[in-house]
């Protein structure tokens, strides 16, 4: 069946990036003169584009997870999940703007990215920081930028490729399309293991640039991949109500559920271990990052923390919820304001401290970018019938039940 | 309570066994219990077995464990004999909450998970020692009881039931006064 987008979803992301602009423009003019403003301005286009690439990325791993293991159940789900890593090229784009208007504004002036400030490395310049300069090695524009591509380009030729397949396959049928996916999600497993990891030292810690984690990447990993699972199940809600997906019951359902709640714990088990560490060690290199987070944002960090662990948790433990499409939508829409928020105090946190707010910018911003997601990934989803055709495990997916 | 007399109809496949069931279900008949060397998919609904609620045990379990380790290391470590590992923990509980969550999470597994497990032992019958409730031995390794109950289908006589069970394919027919 082929979708078509309704008047309402087109009327919905319409509204939802003109009010954003609108929002937007009123914040940009009210900031305008504020000291803090590039970087301000600069910071959340990388939390929203970060976080919205992200979420392409997760279904991105998501299919391929699915592609290496074989799975059955998802056949039916599977080009849901392909509309949402449709976002990917949308995203790379974005984050390839963003991190190219940082650099040529040296990291918002050192704001954002200390170690694109050139003063840094001047020694006698009252922002030497000898630190920054011993990572040089690593951390510096050509290096990044190659990094950066690489990602980039490694995430996109998995993307297309899954995508091409998966097209193909509708036309010919057969396996050995089955067993190539079979072979390539693997080996983007074994590069999205590293990447994962490394990509986000670079965009996102290297904000704090003198605090380093091991965790750090899992941990927004963990994010990413929670994110993903609850928007997949919203959007398949949404599209089961617009009668779309008749293939889909509530096994369906109750699996991506279930996903839901246990990425939550995931996400919840990386946060704690992450700071159990660093609190129990209490080494002044490393529980800074965590003593600026508490003392700018105590109620916003732990109410993330609450939301996006306590919520699924307590709400979606009973396999009735799990089945029920209304506690699914509340509970999503809860986690993904929550994670938004998880990425918005990892960005502002070192670049803003103590000066960021949540105004029209933020609002606006995130608003603007959540219409041009949605309406990016509705637009995937015309663009292929909705059930695949001849997927070798569709018959299986179909008599799902748990 | 009264003598009552046991149908048991011995299948070779879950499949021949599971339509079977749905057409004497259809018919009005009551099936008491099914024995099956392993789970057969989707027999509950059609013999009408209620969801579990081990989960719900699973949920108490946890919530005891959580409770037992939150109690039990406020008095170990904080009010008995306070202990100070490298600086941590000191002071009150509390305070000192992220330390002992590690444990208090394993616990309230370890609690769910034995209690969860016992619990279906003993619902099942089946911990160690208990004699076997299957009526064959063969259930165990390669074929599919049903088990009737005369008591249970009082619309029917024993040979209307034993009729309607060899148009669905069995391969041997019991009976038993218990």
Known sequence: MEFKIANKAKMLTIALMAGGLLMLVIGLIVHMEDKSFLTRLLSNTLVNSFFFFSIGLGALFFLALQYATETGWYATVKRVIEGLAGFLPVGIILMLVTLLTLTFTHGAHGHIYVWMDPEVYKEGSHHYDPMVVGKSGYLNELFFWLRTIVYM??????????????????????????????????????????????????WIMSIDVHWFSTLFGWYTFAGMWCTTMTVLVMLVLYLKKQGYLPKVNDSHIHDIGKWTFATSFLWSYMFFSQFMLIWYANIGEESAYYIQRIEDYQLLYFGMFFINFAFPMLILMSRDAKRNASILIFVGLVIVVGHWLDVYIMVSGGSMGAQASIGFLEIGMALAFLGLFIRVVLTNLTKAPLTPVNHPFLDESIHHDI | MAADKVIYAMYDDDDVLKNGAKKLVSK???????????????????????????????????????????????????????????????GTYL?????????????TVLCAAHGMAITYLIVNKTLPGMPAQNPDPRTTDDKFVMELRMSENDGFSSSELETMLKDTGVIELDQKEI
């Open chain 2, 95 to 107: 305070e000192n909450m992220l330390a002992f969550i590690p444990i208090t999470f394993e616990f």
């Open chain 2, 28 to 90: 009005g008949v009551k099936i008491n219990e099914v024995f099956s060397p392993f789970p057969i998919h989707g027999i509950d609904p059609i013999i009408g077995v209620k969801n579990t609620r081990l989960g719900i045990m699973a949920f108490i379990y946890g919530l005891i464990g959580l409770t037992l380790a939150t109690v039990g290391m406020r008095y170990f470590m904080i009010e008995d004999w306070p202990m100070n590992i490298g600086g941590k923990p000191n």
């Open chain 1, 153 to 202: 380009a490694t995430y996109y030729i998995f993307y297309r490729g899954f995508r091409m397949r998966s097209l193909e396959e509708d036309r010919v049928g057969g396996t050995e399309i089955h067993f190539k996916n079979y072979r390539r999600g693997a080996l983007f497993l074994v590069f999205f293991s590293v990447f994962s990891s490394t990509s986000v030292w670079d």
